[in-house]
């Protein structure tokens, strides 16, 4: 795909977010002038540990989107098993498409085309929900979750409360 065509798509994608948007999180761009990068607002989910919070993130555009995915990497600090310690988001949609060569996720696991802003979105926010400790990003934070799981509540709530206080 061209540098034209997945600009176009981009600027489609984000249209049709500023027309109808979805609950539990905001899009536009980092920089009017370049449409592969955005800068989104994620809500934290309601009846989870991160309610109440919001957390900001950019997602970097490739020029071969769809065809590759974005990656995506928090600039609020969040503290996640699947997000690493310099925010950057570890989910199987955002790996690059076809066979893992460790085995763990099968390529329909991975990267589509399909994919839109609004699926990367609740996919992420479905993670925040939702941890998957098997394949950490930030290992501290997924053997806190699994052994000490008070302490990762406090750690969780103190990045909240920062969030709120950044908006």
């Not at 795909?1 to 977010?17: G, H, N, W």
């Not at 990497?73 to 699947?82: A, D, G, L, Q, S």
């Amino acid at each position: 795909m061209s540098e034209t065509q997945s600009a176009l798509l981009l600027r489609k994608q984000l249209s049709e977010l500023n027309k109808n948007p979805v609950e539990g999180f905001s899009a536009g761009l980092v920089d009017d002038s370049d449409i592969y990068k955005w800068e989104v607002l994620i809500i934290g989910p309601p009846d989870t540990m991160y309610e109440g919070g919001f957390f900001k993130a950019h997602l970097h555009f490739p020029k071969e989107y769809p065809l590759r995915p974005p990656k995506m990497k928090f600039v609020t600090e969040i503290w996640h098993p699947n997000i690493e310690k310099n925010g950057d988001v570890c989910i199987s949609i955002l790996h690059e498409p076809g066979d893992d060569k460790y085995g763990y996720e099968r390529a329909y696991e991975r990267w589509l085309p399909v994919h839109t802003v609004e699926t990367i979105l609740i996919s992420v926010i479905s993670m925040l929900a939702d941890p998957n400790d098997e394949s950490p990003a930030n290992v501290d934070a997924a053997k806190e979750w699994r052994e000490d799981f008070p302490n990762f509540k406090r750690k969780v709530a103190r990045c909240v409360r920062r969030s709120q206080e950044e908006v």
